[in-house]
Each structure stands twice: as C-alpha cells, then as structure tokens.
C-alpha cells in the first residue's frame, strides 16, 4: 500500500483581505492608469489649450490649465500614477513651466512601448533603451541650444521677453501677452541678479478692475493694517523719510494680564500705573528721537501709541505680516529692532516715497524708489477671484522661466520644433545600432511626437498632415527649427524666427524626468495594498479611563480635595 503524502501546512504571509497583482497583467494595469491621467490634462497643451473648472468637495472651484495644478486638485489615488503627478511637482518647482508637457512625454513613452510588454519583451531592455535614448536627447540639445549675447542689454531683454511671452501663449493671460511679459522681466530685473530669489517678488490680488489694472511696484506694497483712532490723523505720504522696523508691542497692557501686586494704599497703585506709562513713553521717546517718519512693527502699535504718532506727524503700522516685513527690510536697508533703546543710524532704512494709496476696494502701504530695492510687488487686478488666482500661477510659470532664462542664458524654439528635431535625430541613431533596443530608440522618438501632435488637435489643425510636413522639414539641414504654427495657413514656421523661444533647462528636465519616471513605471511588477490603507484612518485611540475621568463631576461640584 502506498504511503500518502503529509498534508503541506498553507503558510500565511499577508494579512487577510490584502490585495496582491503582479505580472504582466499589473505592468499593463499601471500603464493604462498613467495614460488616462495624461488624457485628463492632453486638451490643456498649447497656445490654444483648453482649461479645467475643478470643484473641490467644499464646493470651491478652481479655473486653471497648469498641469502641476490640476495634477494636486484631482487628488489621485492610483500608486502608479501618482508617479506622474510628482514629476509634474518636481518640473513646477525646479523650472515652473513644462508641467503638462513632462505627463504627456511620459504617458506617451508607455503606451509606445505597450506592445512589446504584451509580447513579452524584459522590461529591462526597454528601461535600458529609455537612458540611452535621454541620454542622446539630451546631448542633442546642448548641440543646438543657442546662447544669447549678455554684453548687449536691449538684446538680452527681447529674449527674456520672449521666453515669459512663450510661457504665457498657453495660459488664461495670453491675450495681454506683451503687458505681463514686461511686467514679469521687470519684475525679475529687479531681484539680485546673483541670488534670484523668487520668494522676494510680492504678488498682491485685488478682486475689481480689469487685468490692465495690474501694476508692478518697484519696492514694497503690503495691505494696511488693523489701526486704531489717531490713525486718520497721520501724514500718509512723506518724501526721502527714515523707517524703522520693530519687533516691539507698543501697547499698555492691563496690569491684571501681566502681574498680580499686592498693593495697602492707592498711592502704591496709582505709582505700578504710572510705572506702565512711563516705560511706553520711554519707548516712543527713543522712536521719535531717531528721527523715523515711519515705523512699522511686527506687534500691535496700540491706540495711545497710535496718537502720540499722529502728534509728531509720524505714521506707523503694527501687526505687519513677517514676510512683508522682511521685504521692506531688503528694500530700504536696516534691520528690525528686538528694543526701542539704542536704535542708531544704521538700523534705519530710508526709501525715495512712501505713501498710503487706495487700490480697488482696498487701501495699500507703499513704498517706492528704494536704494536696496531687490524685491519688487506685483499687484493683480480681475474680475473673478478664481480668474485672479490663475493669472497668479500663470505669472508664477513666467517668472521661473524667465529667472532660469537669466542663469543660463540657452534657449531653443518651442511649438514643437525642438521635440520634432529629437525624434528625427534619435530615430537616425536607433538605425545604428544592432537588436531590441533599436525598437525602443524608435518608440521613444515616435512618443515626442506626442508634444506637436497634441498642440495641432488642441489648435484644430490635421495633426498628420503638420507633422508629415514636419518629418520633412527636419530631413532637411536648415529646418532644424521647423514646428507647429497654429495661426497660419501652412501649419507650420521656422519658431526660432518667429521668437518662440523657451530655455533649453525647460526641455532638458522634462525629457529627463519624463523618461526616468517612465522607466520607474516600468520596474514595477507586483502591487501589494493593505486592507488597512484602504479604509479610513481612525485618529489615536484615548486612554483606558478617559471618557470616566472626562464625565466625572458633571452637573455637580468637583469634591473637595
């Protein structure tokens, strides 16, 4: 008789309920879920790209056509695609524009190299032909880039404008292009050339008016602040004045808040009241005595302060936000003041005008003509808080590209040319070389196609007609900078000639990211989710006792102890 076999026990790795998919089956799942996020922001691509209206679940909508935006408001779940929206933050932060572009690219790679996965090609192989093919897209690029000669200023600003004008064709302001791009070099211009911090670069929204209203302050602009009576009293516009700025409450504080004193008579009373008074007229004595004709202070600048100012014709602001605050500082000079004793001249900042204006429906603080200025404000007018909010990002976008435009000074043509270029050049390299990794160099070359392919069908255009005639072009030795022209009747132009003009560095990290994120994709085969993660976090659990503790003694007195 034959033994039978011992029963093997059934080992229990995961927790029941976990969901594990692995294989080709996943790959292909992970691929479908990046093109159809691709799908989302495709229609948003170009100078006439569509815009988005996303209504968040407390019923606030937002109008934008920036894919690093619309990527954050759709709060996506899916693992694998979340991958997207992150090189669509990372390409925002580093560059600020090329956003949707970056998406496309990287979706499109994945859906070129589909096929092969279904016939059962290692991922590997075509993860390795994804870094040589960036790696000579990249080579390419610093081949054609051309650098604009600095020595000439006038010259140097038409690029700059013409890079913050390229930014801006595809957003909600391109009918105002030639107003904000001045706007936005000006604004640039106006920062140390050396550091370029963008954060220096105030923006203010004022709802009312149109965007013509919008102006660009060559200083500081902040909102005024919470003001006492006395207030109204004060000059509110000096010539050449002295300010300070402080980080010192001048109010009177009651003595209950501070201190509890034991007093016998009402003379010791009466001496801890006047002690309060003295010590805040010390501190405005030493103000007035530096001679300041504005002071502003991060702490509140209570009501007898206020009119002892407006007295000595002095204005002051209390509670001005910090970031304001250190903007006025980099501005008019100085520093800001921990006390009000020993403020000497150097701590003092000094600007051509201040004055108090109304703008719109508000009443601003402004500063102008500042010897130290390297911060500017940009103050935004509009109809609609939404149509604001996105002329907001869509200057954000301009900013960056101009701010990398003036630290590297390379630029390339957009519309598609230089993607049209790559591709013809990289499907010449992949007739080199030998086995599977020609089909991958073709697959990548055929997905930058996707970039002029998406601007014509947003356009209106026959996407295979233009790039028929595009592919031509570029065969040729002086069409390098052939790509989509959405006004004509040809459907394309020579871009470099027609100031479509991007930095390189907005190319270069969007294919490099683009094909790194692509080959990540592609290195995932098996997805395990815990059940956990699915459901809803509870918050931490309270300690044993504490709903007892927390009723005890309701309704009636706490016992005596």
């Known amino acids: 008789?034959?033994?039978?076999?011992?029963?093997?026990?059934?080992?229990?790795?995961?927790?029941?309920?976990?969901?594990?998919?692995?294989?080709?089956?996943?790959?292909?799942?992970?691929?479908?879920?990046?093109?159809?996020?691709?799908?989302?922001?495709?229609?948003?691509?170009?100078?006439?790209?569509?815009?988005?209206?996303?209504?968040?679940?407390?019923?606030?909508?937002?109008?934008?056509?920036?894919?690093?935006t619309i990527l954050k408001l759709l709060d996506i779940v899916h693992p694998a695609a979340k991958t997207l929206v992150d090189i669509a933050r990372a390409q925002d932060a580093e560059v600020g524009d090329g956003t949707t572009s970056v998406v496309l690219l990287a979706a499109q790679m994945l859906k070129q190299v589909r096929g092969f996965i279904e016939e059962g090609l290692s991922p590997h192989i075509?993860?390795?032909?994804?870094?040589?093919s960036s790696q000579l897209a990249l080579e390419r690029i610093q081949e054609l880039q051309i650098t604009v000669d600095r020595s000439d200023p006038e010259k140097f600003r038409s690029l700059l404008l013409k890079c913050a004008s390229t930014s801006m064709s595809s957003k909600l302001i391109h009918s105002q292009k030639p107003f904000f791009s001045n706007m936005v070099v000006d604004a640039v211009t106006c920062l140390d050339q050396e550091d370029l911090d963008e954060n220096l670069i105030g923006i203010k929204k004022i709802p009312g008016g149109g965007m013509q209203d919008s102006l660009l302050v060559k200083g500081v602009a902040f909102k005024k602040t919470f003001t006492y009576a006395?207030?109204?009293?004060?000059?509110?516009?000096?010539?050449?004045p002295l300010i300070v700025c402080l980080n010192v409450e001048l109010e009177l504080k009651a003595e209950k808040d501070n201190a509890e004193v034991r007093v016998e008579a009402v003379s010791e009373y009466q001496a801890v009241v006047d002690a309060e008074w003295e010590i805040i007229f010390r501190k405005l004595d030493a103000i007035a005595k530096t001679g300041a004709k504005v002071v502003l202070s991060k702490l509140p600048v209570g009501d007898l302060a206020t009119q002892w100012f407006a007295d000595r014709d002095i204005f002051c602001a209390g509670r001005v936000p910090v970031s304001d605050l250190k903007r006025v500082v980099q501005a008019v000079g100085g520093s800001i003041q921990s006390t009000c004793s020993d403020i000497r001249a150097e701590h003092l900042g000094t600007c051509g005008k201040f004055e108090e204006r109304q703008i719109g429906g508000e009443r601003f603080n402004v500063f102008e003509d500042c010897p130290k200025a390297k911060t500017c404000t940009l103050v935004l007018r509009g109809g609609a808080e939404q149509f604001i909010e996105e002329v907001e990002r869509s200057l954000h976008d301009a900013i960056m590209v101009v701010k990398r435009a003036v630290k590297n000074g390379e630029v390339v043509a957009g519309g598609g040319a230089i993607e049209m270029e790559l591709s013809a050049y990289i499907r010449a390299k992949g007739l080199e070389i030998p086995g599977k990794q020609q089909l991958v160099l073709m697959a990548f070359a055929k997905a930058l196609e996707i970039i002029p392919r998406q601007i014509c069908d947003n356009a209106g255009l026959d996407a295979t007609d233009v790039l028929n005639k595009l592919r031509m072009r570029h065969n040729q030795p002086d069409g390098r900078w052939a790509g989509v022209d959405v006004d004509g009747t040809e459907g394309w132009r020579d871009n470099m000639e027609a100031y479509v003009w991007e930095p390189s560095l907005v190319k270069i990290n969007a294919i490099s990211s683009a094909a790194e994120a692509a080959a990540l994709i592609l290195s995932v085969d098996e997805t395990v989710k815990n059940p956990q993660s699915e459901a809803s976090q509870p918050g931490p659990k309270a300690p044993p006792g504490a709903a007892q503790r927390a009723l005890r003694g309701r309704g009636r007195g706490m016992p005596r102890r």
């Not at 034959?2 to 029963?7: G, I, K, T």
């Not at 075509?126 to 040589?132: A, D, E, L």
């Open 1 to 68: 008789m034959q033994r039978s076999l011992p029963m093997q026990p059934t080992v229990v790795v995961l927790r029941d309920g976990t969901d594990v998919s692995q294989g080709t089956g996943q790959l292909l799942s992970n691929i479908n879920a990046c093109m159809a996020i691709a799908d989302t922001v495709a229609t948003t691509l170009g100078p006439r790209g569509m815009d988005k209206l996303i209504v968040n679940s407390r019923g606030e909508a937002q109008i934008t056509n920036d894919g690093a």
């Open 126 to 132: 075509i993860i390795k032909g994804f870094r040589k």
């Open 230 to 240: 006395g207030a109204e009293q004060q000059p509110k516009l000096f010539v050449d």
